[in-house]
């Protein structure tokens, strides 16, 4: 009963949250279940190339982490970041990918 409350009460409170913050999330389960579907892959098959396995799951992670700094950067009802307009924490989100994406690259060689 106390589980439920708490899953009803979260449901209320997100049903609150901006399209944009509902979008990241989103993508913050895909970039999960893209790790955890090459967690699995890898433990069913085996890690011959470990250094693709790495830079995927790294990838990955490092991708949803960054996600995790947008979302909070965008998010209005964080006050932290009330000097950070969304286009420049967009513009940093993207440098950011592309240098994570770079070293990944570089790492799968």
Request: with cysteine.
């Amino acid at each position: 009963m106390v589980v439920a409350a708490i899953v009803n009460a979260f449901k209320e409170e997100y049903k609150k949250s901006p399209v944009r913050v509902k979008v990241l999330d989103a993508f913050l389960v895909y970039a999960l279940a893209t790790a955890g579907v090459q967690f699995a892959y890898m433990m069913l098959v085996g890690t011959f190339p470990f250094n693709a396995f790495l830079a995927g799951f790294l990838s990955c992670i490092g991708f949803f982490a960054l996600t995790v700094c947008l979302r909070m950067q965008v998010d209005p009802a964080n006050k932290d970041f009330a000097g950070i307009s969304p286009e420049r924490a967009f513009a940093d989100y993207c440098l950011a990918n592309l240098v994570l994406h770079l070293v990944v690259w570089n790492y799968m060689g």
